[in-house]
C-alpha cells in the first residue's frame, strides 16, 4: 500500500545561498566569506588531505557528491548538513542545514547527477531534497511501519529502503509509493546493494542473513545460510562475480554470484566488528570497527594490507569514497568528519605489501595521517609468532601470520 507523500516547498532550517564551482570546493558571491581586512596575509597550506569537521551531535551517516568536492552527513538529532571541503587549510564550509527530520538521521544518500538529496530516519520517513540548497522537495511520511534504517538508490526513479523490522520496499520515487513491500529477514537491515545490471538486490541483515531479491520481477528469491552473527554490509567485488559481507563479529563473509545460499569463503579480521566497508576498488575494500580502526583488506587472496587511520576509541558509523577516489571520509562517535588519503591504495598489490611487510610484525600504515599525534597505532601489533600457527592449526580459514595483521 502506497504511503502517504506530499511535496514541500518549505526552507531548511539553517541554509547559505552558495553556488559551487564543478571544479572547485570554492564560494561564488552570496556564500559564506571570511573577513577581508584588505591587509597581505601569508599563502594558505595545502594539506594532503582537508581538515577533520566537527559536528554538534554524533553522524550516522555521510555520502559524497559524485563530481564536486562537496558531502553531506546526517546525525543522531535528525540534523542533515551539507559541507564543501578543500585541501587548503581553513577552507573547509558548511553550505546549509536541514532539520526535517523529527528522530535521528540513519542515512544519507546523493542522486546520481548529485542533484538530488535522499535521507531516511527513525522517524519512518523518506525525505528528497534539493541538494544544493537543502530545500525539503518531497516526504513520504510513515513509509515503513517500523524505524528505516537504510536506503539505496537503485537509480534515477527507484529508491529501495530497509527497516528495523526486517522489510524491504522499493519506490518508485516519481509516483511516491512503493512497488515492492517484502518482508523475508527476523530482523533490522543493515545493508543493501545493487548489482550493475540493476536486477537483483541483496540485502545484509542482523538476522545473520543476506536476503536475494529480483527488482524486474518484483519478487523475494532467497536467504542465504545463517551466519553466527549479525551482517553489517553488504558490497559487490571481483567485477561482480563476489559478494562480501561484513558482519558483528569481525569475519568477512564471502559469497559466489548465483552461489547465495552458503559462503565460498571467509576472512577472519580479528577485529571486534565489520561495521560498515566501503570498496576502493575490484579487489580491496576499507573496513570499519567498533574499535575505530579502519582497516584496508585485500579480497580473494585475504589479507589485511594496513590501516588506514581511526577515530581513537569510537565507533565507525559509515565510509564513503570521494567522486575522484582521492579520500576516504570517515564518521564515527566522536563528532567528527575526518578524511584519509587513499590516492595510492588502488594500485597497492600483495606483493609489494609483502615486501614492506615490518619484521616487528606491526601492521602497516598507509596514510601520514594514521599514526597520529599520540602514536595511537602502538597497540596495532600481531600475535606472536607460536600462538599465531597454533590457531592457525585450529582454524584453516585464519589468515597466517605472515600475511595478515592483528590487534
Known sequence: MAAATEHAGMPATSQVDAKIDPTSSEFEPGGLT????????????????????????????????????????????????????????????????????????????????????????????????????????????????????CLLLVDANILATGDDGGTLKVWDMRKGSSIMDLKHHDDYISDIAVDEAKRILLTASGDGTMGVFNIKRRRFELLSEYQSSDLTSVALMKRGKKVVCGSSEGTVYIFNWNGFGATSDRFALQAESVDCIAPVNDNIICAASIDGYIRAINILPNRIIGCIGQHVGEPVEELAKSWDSNFLVSCAHDQLVKFWDISSLATTTINEYRKRKKKDGRMKSLSKKALGDNNFFSGLFDEPQKKEEEENEDEEDQVDDSDSGSD
Open 34 to 149: 571570511s573577513d577581508d581586512d584588505g591587509e597581505d596575509s601569508a599563502e594558505p597550506r595545502i594539506l594532503d588531505t582537508p581538515q577533520d569537521i566537527r559536528l554538534e551531535a554524533a553522524a550516522n551517516t555521510v555520502a559524497v557528491h559524485p563530481s564536486r568536492d562537496v558531502l553531506v552527513c546526517g546525525d543522531v538529532d535528525g540534523d542533515v548538513y551539507a559541507f564543501s571541503y578543500s585541501r587548503t587549510e581553513g577552507q573547509n564550509r558548511e553550505l546549509w542545514s536541514s532539520g526535517h527530520h523529527l528522530k535521528s538521521c540513519r542515512q544519507v544518500r546523493f542522486s546520481q547527477d548529485g542533484e538530488k538529496l535522499y535521507s531516511v530516519s527513525r522517524d519512518k520517513a523518506v525525505h528528497m531534497l534539493d541538494a544544493e540548497r537543502g530545500r525539503l522537495v518531497t516526504r513520504i511520511r510513515g513509509a515503513h511501519g517500523a524505524p528505516i534504517n
